[in-house]
């Protein structure tokens, strides 16, 4: 074999040998490797971890999925968490739970979110017409302000992405030829034209001196902060130093805590709770009502409605009414027997379309003036035909000189022709027969 060959046929080997161990460890070699998982009980429970944490601290957790006007009635004491998913409460939920709160409860909740303003005008038209009672109730809603907390440390992801960029530039600034260049302050930098300016995100945390507290609580800053409009509510009991993203409000025996979130996260959702200070937070708020008060975490909010409403006050009074329904519907459908056969439409008499009229102009409630002034009116015309003298008289004195006449009693005749339609079918047949009389009377 030539030597030629022997070389190929070594190269097709080792190649064949290097293409097997690949595909061996890629295919056949079992390897660990970590994959990104979230559980069932995560995703139904946004604050899962946020639970374990306050059981492992001695607090009862129980989760509601919504704050149902049914729970707001029978709330047990302890603290409330709602969700950054829940809605503001309504006027008759806010007034529910202020009552709550100032029995000595602790409610932690989000305000409503107003627009972005600074730190010094507020948008507070937009306050005014906002739908979150407990925030206009305290004067405080979430809105978008530039201002950071410069008592707080940098964010570390922000120290280390500024040295980054300051190293970044340092290097340029050597690979074009600058000798003695120093970094700028990360604060002063600024972008060299024609590279792309990254966005500078919140570069501090916020800073919380709370009381009770052990240390100073770091805390995330939010995209969208607090908003404290003077005037607008009482002054909170304690808040972080620039009241950026936790305000305590006193109510009653009570406090309520409006804590700012994220447009992604709050501070107590399984991922961000982890982060700086937040656990401690919790504890903290937890610990407002007691060290072991029990803790109701609620996801989401319903509106109370008007029939819930109803349902909740007038129970009693929505069943009879229905019961009532039903009877009356059950009257004016029943039947007895068979169904038989459509009668044919034959013609009837004048008498019984006359008698079917009177009948129902009985029922009408002015249906007896109407037939009692007809009949007086075609009564009268022909006594006044048949005597004159009739018309130099009075009402009274013209029914006296008919009953003489015709030797009717005086009162029966008085009572056809002045009195009010009578009631009673066989009094109003006697005023109707009194006036047939006297014109019977005086047309012979």
């Not at 201002?147 to 120290?159: A, G, K, N, V």
């Not at 129902?360 to 007086?376: D, H, I, S, Y």
Request: hydrophobic letters at 40%; charged letters at 25%.
């Amino acid at each position: 074999m030539k030597r030629s060959h022997s070389i190929i046929i070594a190269i097709v080997a080792v190649l064949l040998a290097g293409a097997g161990y690949e595909l061996w460890h890629l295919y056949f070699h079992k390897v660990w490797r970590g994959q990104y998982h979230v559980s069932e009980a995560q995703a139904k429970n946004p604050m899962l971890a946020a639970t374990r944490l306050l059981e492992a601290r001695g607090h009862t957790v129980r989760v509601e999925p919504v704050l149902s006007y049914q729970l707001l009635n029978q709330l047990p004491d302890g603290v409330m968490l709602l969700s950054r998913y829940a809605r503001p409460p309504d006027e008759r939920q806010a007034k529910l739970l202020l009552d709550w709160v100032r029995r000595g409860n602790t409610l932690i909740m989000t305000p409503d979110w107003v627009g972005d303003t600074d730190d010094d005008s507020g948008p507070e038209a937009d306050f005014d017409q906002s739908t979150d009672p407990l925030g206009k109730h305290f004067g405080v809603a979430m809105s978008g302000r530039n201002r950071i907390d410069d008592t707080c440390r940098l964010d570390p992801l922000e120290s280390r992405r500024r040295a980054k960029r300051a190293a970044d530039r340092l290097m340029r600034a050597a690979e074009g030829g600058e000798e003695h260049a120093e970094p700028e302050a990360p604060q002063d930098e600024e972008d060299q034209p024609g590279q792309a300016q990254e966005p500078d995100s919140p570069p501090r945390l916020v800073c919380l001196n709370a009381p009770g507290a052990a240390n100073t609580i770091e805390l995330a800053r939010p995209s969208d902060t607090l908003q404290r409009f003077e005037g607008k509510g009482p002054q909170p009991l304690w808040g972080d130093t620039y009241e950026l993203a936790v305000l305590v409000y006193g109510e009653g025996r009570g406090k309520v805590a409006m804590v700012a979130v994220d447009a992604g996260d709050s501070y107590f959702d399984n991922d961000m709770l982890r982060q700086f200070d937040h656990g401690e937070l919790l504890l903290l708020l937890a610990g407002q009502s007691g060290p072991h008060a029990q803790v109701m975490l609620v996801q989401h909010s319903e509106p109370v409605g008007w029939a819930a409403w109803l349902w909740q006050h007038g129970r009693l009074v929505v069943l009879g009414l229905a019961a009532l329904l039903l009877l009356w519907t059950w009257s004016v459908s029943r039947r007895f027997g068979p169904l038989l056969p459509e009668a044919a439409s034959a013609r009837r008499a004048l008498i019984e379309h006359i008698e079917a009229s009177g009948r129902w102009l009985w029922r009408l409630p002015q249906g007896r003036a109407l037939l009692l002034e007809a009949v007086r009116k075609s009564t009268e015309k022909q006594l006044l035909r048949r005597l004159p003298e009739l018309h130099a008289l009075g009402p009274a004195e013209r029914a006296r000189r008919l009953a003489r006449l015709a030797k009717l009693p005086e009162a029966q005749v008085s009572d056809a022709l002045l009195g009010a339609p009578a009631k009673r079918a066989a009094d109003f047949t006697r005023q109707i027969s009194i006036l047939q009389q006297l014109r019977a009377h005086h047309e012979r």
